[in-house]
């Protein structure tokens, strides 16, 4: 079972880049029918989700985030990572790295299967 | 964009209710649907999958229904354990996925 841990500066002042990385233990990023992915949350409000990266490197962005999202991976180090430009006070969230499980079979889909424990990003002067 | 929309946003239970949360999706994603639990200061888990399917180590007391827009979320007997926020999210759109905005069961 795979375990994953997000690090990364706690504060990043508005208008700065925010950089996170996920680092996985117990499962290889370059497993098949696996995606790796960032979803965030505003305090005390819901999910968001921000996007992924495939098993062979793809990357997939919410719309609302694109012009500013970027996720890479190093998997020589196993581990992958977020970069959100141009933060703003809105971007302040818990952000949480997960295993994406796809199941390419009609009617079932894919789901999150594991999570970290997540980080909390205050931007802020 | 898929929206997702849940109601109620919050309800009050007492142990051994049987609750219902309700899940809608803005356009027909099939049996594509999950529903996760979260209790508050931890990460989201996964009680259920493609609509219906416990997942490993879900207490049966977890049920999942529904299909196209409409889906339901049941806890037969609320335990103590039970009261948590409980999200749904959609994967017809894979990658790209949202999730609905959450319904707080809270104990009465």
């Known amino acids: 079972q795979p375990q994953l841990q997000e690090s990364g500066p706690g504060r990043v002042k508005p208008s700065e880049t925010l950089s996170l990385t996920c680092t996985v233990s117990?499962?290889?990023?370059?497993?098949?029918?696996?995606?790796w992915g960032w979803i965030r949350q505003p305090p005390g409000k819901g999910l968001e989700w921000i996007g992924s990266?495939?098993?062979?490197?793809?990357?997939f962005y919410s719309p609302s985030l694109e012009s500013r999202v970027t996720i890479s991976e190093d998997t020589s180090k196993n581990q992958f990572s977020l970069k959100v430009r141009s933060v703003t006070a809105a971007d302040t969230a818990v952000y949480y790295c997960v295993r994406i499980r796809i199941i390419p079979i009609r009617g079932v889909g894919d789901h999150v299967d594991y999570w970290g424990q997540g980080t909390l990003v205050t931007v802020s002067s | 964009d898929i929206q997702m929309t849940q109601s109620p946003s919050s309800l009050s239970a007492s142990v051994g209710d049987r609750v219902t949360i309700t899940c809608r999706a803005s356009?027909?994603?099939?049996?594509?649907l999950n529903w996760y639990q979260q209790k508050p200061g931890k990460a989201p888990t996964l009680l259920i999958y493609a609509a219906s399917t416990l997942q490993s180590g879900v207490p049966s007391r977890f049920s999942g229904s529904g299909s196209v827009t409409a889906f339901t979320l049941t806890i037969s007997s609320v335990q103590p354990e039970d009261f948590a926020t409980y999200y749904c999210?959609?994967?017809?759109?894979?990658?790209?996925?949202?999730f609905g905005q959450g319904t707080k069961l809270e104990i009465k």
């Open positions: 999210q959609q994967s017809q759109s894979t990658p790209l996925y949202t």
């Open positions: 117990g499962g290889s990023l370059n497993r098949n029918n696996y995606f």
């Open positions: 356009q027909s994603i099939s049996t594509y």
């Open positions: 990266i495939s098993y062979s490197g793809s990357t």
